[in-house]
């Protein structure tokens, strides 16, 4: 029985060892910014931790790219912040903030899971939050957030991953291994359509990764025929 069998596609334990020891650093590094702000408050709040994940570990996520990481959770900061204000009732208020925090998100294409946690963060956090007051989405919203991508990017630079993440090259001799009537991106769209569902990985990288597979497949027919 293995031991280590990932559920994610690509991960190996080498991998996850590094993005372990990536991690720690980060939030450790995250934790002592929030020193230059002398007020009793948390300096790290916990969906950063979230955050640090999706950064860390699965970096060419779309939901784990600089835009989403920082604006997702600092917008997510306001909206917590402005229903806390504005809805009395505790319960209302959680579930609102959280709603609303997607669908900005969303409309901001800044969609980070992690911000729904901001989100409600800004509304259970009480006395510790209201002490920041309107600058809890700068800090350490987003001073947590903007360090994180920092420290993730020279983190990835020095593993020679890619983040920002950008779709690989295409092998210059693999289009020649696929024919003509391969598929097209419009293919692909309609594909997704039909399945009715969300996926963690970029448009242009299941473009690539499908090429992959065809000339693969191309050319083990070629070598068994």
Known sequence: MKLFHPILAGATL?????????????IALTA?????FPIHAPLVVAPIGASAVLVFVVPASPLAQ??????GNVISAFVGLVVAW???????????AVALAIAVMSLTRSLHPPGGAVAL?????????????????????????????????????????????RPPAADPVMPRAVPAAAFSPSDIDEALAQMGDSFDIAREDLDLLL??????????QALGS
Request: with cysteine.
């Open 211 to 220: 090429q992959y597979a065809e000339a693969s497949a191309m050319r083990r």
């Open 66 to 71: 600089p835009w989403p990481v920082i604006g």
């Open 32 to 36: 002592a910014a929030g020193f230059m």
């Open 86 to 96: 504005a809805v009395p009732e505790l319960t209302i208020a959680a579930a609102l």
């Open 14 to 26: 080498a991998e996850r060892t590094a993005a372990c020891a990536g991690v720690f650093t980060a």
């Open 121 to 165: 963060t800004a509304v259970l956090g009480g006395p510790a939050v209201m002490k920041w007051g309107l600058l809890f989405p700068f800090v350490p919203i987003g001073l947590c957030s903007l360090s994180l991508v920092a420290l993730g990017a020279a983190f990835h630079g020095l593993t020679r991953r890619s983040y920002p993440h």
